[in-house]
């Protein structure tokens, strides 16, 4: 298949090194063919003009002991989001490039007995890059975080 050829001779402009350890639920992979991809875009094909590309790290359904739970998972997420974008500011696309991030379901915000989360409202998501006007909050934050609080 030519685009598999074409992302085997593909070099990105930085180190983008997927260590073992910060390489947790292959988070750091995913970002480095996506690298790989927008590094190809104009040998892909004429008339694109737009791409969207989608990343999973499972494993965040934490109804035990979440704390460790995240301790394990953050540092690979911030290192995978953190180089990925290194290499989209060396591409020099980082005014083209918006990274969204998202979580499928909502979360308690105090724990349960078992040092975990449970399926709730408390959602999280983030973005920046490209144009996004950055530093806002969006929605309205809750008064106080009682379970009989119904903002």
């Not at 999973?56 to 704390?67: L, R």
Request: one cysteine or more.
């Amino acid at each position: 298949d030519a685009l598999v050829q074409t992302l085997r001779n593909t070099d990105l402009e930085t180190d983008f090194k997927t260590p073992r350890q910060t390489n947790v639920g292959e988070i750091a992979g995913q970002l480095k063919l996506v690298a790989r991809l927008i590094s190809t875009r104009n040998e892909r094909g004429n008339g694109i003009n737009y791409d969207v590309f989608y990343c999973e790290m499972g494993g965040y359904d934490s109804h035990f002991k979440v704390a460790t739970v995240l301790k394990n998972k953050l540092p690979s997420l911030n290192y995978a989001v953190a180089t990925f974008w290194e290499e989209m500011k060396a591409q020099g696309l980082e005014n083209s490039v918006t990274v969204v991030q998202g979580s499928e379901f909502g979360r308690t915000i105090t724990p349960n007995s078992n040092e975990g989360s449970d399926h709730a409202w408390g959602g999280n998501y983030f973005m920046f890059g490209g144009d996004v006007k950055g530093g806002k909050i969006l929605g309205e934050y809750p008064k106080s975080f009682r379970e009989s609080d119904p903002t």
